[in-house]
């Protein structure tokens, strides 16, 4: 059976139609990628599938079913992806003089946000048929993809940069993933995997250009409307780290639709952060002449210089009133051992960059100290332990004497006295 919601996939830039039951990724009218894919919905047959019990628990992103582009016969590969906690967070809030919630998305089952369109992705690939799948990946997406596929019974096959971080590395192979370090950049591995998608067929997950993954990426919208159900209030804003564009874009897409529907009566405005050496969404959005294609930042996750989700990234930040502003790579770990040393909350280099940005427009006055702030931390801080040991400088090594410690702190009676 097809999908009953979904009506159509409809090309960002000239708006040709497709089959949304067809494995298609890109409109063919244009070149290369540039064709992008946008899924359009019967919101009325969503409304009255969707049975979740708003303001209530949430198990997992499947609670909101109703509006993902599955067929209703098709066997769901989940390993309960979804559901994260949305955290007070005082310390933080504390420390950056405004209201702060943390919506924790690295505890997704491997680890980072993008299981939330893996599954989705695996789901399709075995409905169609297919029985290897792939990706272009920095790291992330790689162990993502490839724990889903295990899960599904599927063959992964991932291309990843020679320089993404080797614990990223580490999690596919265990997931039994064949991993293809490429020579070359990111931007570079992405082009050799749609060139692998064309010539064997496999199925391709990349969130850029498949247009069902953005459609996964939502939930994490649909979670945070119905969490401020909850709450009773909406955030005035949510912030995220922006790498190809599609997470945020998904986000806004999710949010944007329960305010549509009318189970909440305000939205966000959606906060977009990229590092200074990979900027290109960014200096879209603000109209800048110089757009640099060259991804030079520690935090490997945004690391892109050829965004293929620009469009809907920007179009995110104008329909929400939000905007976008650049953080360096110092801020970056400034604010991974802020998050981690306030809350508890151990993020990589991307995930902690939304709390970098939201420093960076309260110094410009884009944030007001009177509103209220949500955080999407996308990775665990395990996946990059090497910029973990940048941000905080290390351990103390000693020897195995007391005279070490009281260097370190004191004498214990100097410590009792400060106390």
């Known amino acids: 059976m097809g999908m009953t919601q979904v009506t159509t996939l409809e090309c960002t830039l000239c708006g040709a139609e497709y089959d949304p039951n067809q494995i298609i990724y ?28 708003l303001g209530g628990s949430i198990a997992s992103q499947w609670k909101y079913e109703a509006f993902l582009p599955v067929a209703t016969d098709a066997d769901i590969v989940t390993l309960n992806e979804g559901g994260t906690d949305l955290f007070d967070a005082p310390n933080l809030s504390d420390a950056l003089c405004v209201e702060t919630l943390v919506k924790d998305d690295g505890r997704n089952p491997t680890g980072c946000f993008k299981d939330r369109a893996s599954a989705v992705a695996v789901t399709k690939a075995r409905h169609a048929g297919r029985d290897i799948i792939t990706c272009a990946s920095t790291g992330n997406a790689a162990a993502s993809l490839s724990g889903y596929a295990a899960r599904g019974g599927m063959d992964c096959r991932i291309f990843v940069p020679g320089d993404a971080p080797t614990g990223k590395l580490a999690q596919p192979l265990v997931y039994g993933a064949d991993v293809l370090a490429v020579n070359g950049s990111y931007d570079e591995a992405y082009d050799l995997s749609v060139e692998v998608t064309e010539k064997y067929g496999w199925y391709n997950r990349n969130a850029a250009i498949n247009p069902f993954q953005v459609e996964g990426k939502r939930t994490v919208g649909h979670e945070l409307a119905d969490q401020s159900i909850a709450r009773g209030h909406v955030p005035d804003w949510v912030v995220f ?10 986000a806004w897409k999710g949010f944007k639709e329960f305010y549509d529907l009318g189970y909440v009566d305000d939205h966000p405005k959606m906060l ?58 110092d801020e970056i770990l400034d604010a991974e051992k802020l998050l981690g040393s306030t809350e508890g909350i151990y993020s990589e280099p991307a995930g902690a960059t939304p709390v970098a940005g939201v420093q960076t427009a309260l110094d410009r006055g884009i944030i007001e100290q009177d509103e209220t702030v949500v ?16 941000a905080t400088g290390g351990v103390d090594r ?22």
Do not use: W
């Open 26 to 53: 890109t409109c063919p009218e244009h070149e290369g990628v540039k064709g992008i894919l946008e899924v359009t919905y019967d919101y009325d047959a969503i409304d009255d599938a969707f049975d979740g019990d």
């Open 241 to 250: 780290s922006m790498g190809d564009g599609c997470t945020i874009a998904g």
């Open 272 to 329: 977009g952060v990229q590092a200074e050496g990979a900027s290109a969404i960014h200096d879209t959005f603000h109209d800048h002449e110089d757009i640099d294609d060259i991804a030079e930042t520690l935090a490997d996750s945004i690391a892109v210089g050829r965004p293929r989700n620009t469009i809907k990234a920007c179009r995110a930040l104008e329909q929400s009133g939000g905007t976008s502003v650049l953080v360096s790579d």
């Open 375 to 390: 955080v999407v931390s996308t990775g665990f801080g395990l996946k990059d332990t090497k910029s973990a040991e940048r």
């Open 398 to 419: 000693i020897d195995p004497e007391i005279t070490e410690v009281e260097g370190l702190y004191g004498t214990a009676e100097e410590a009792a006295a400060d106390d």
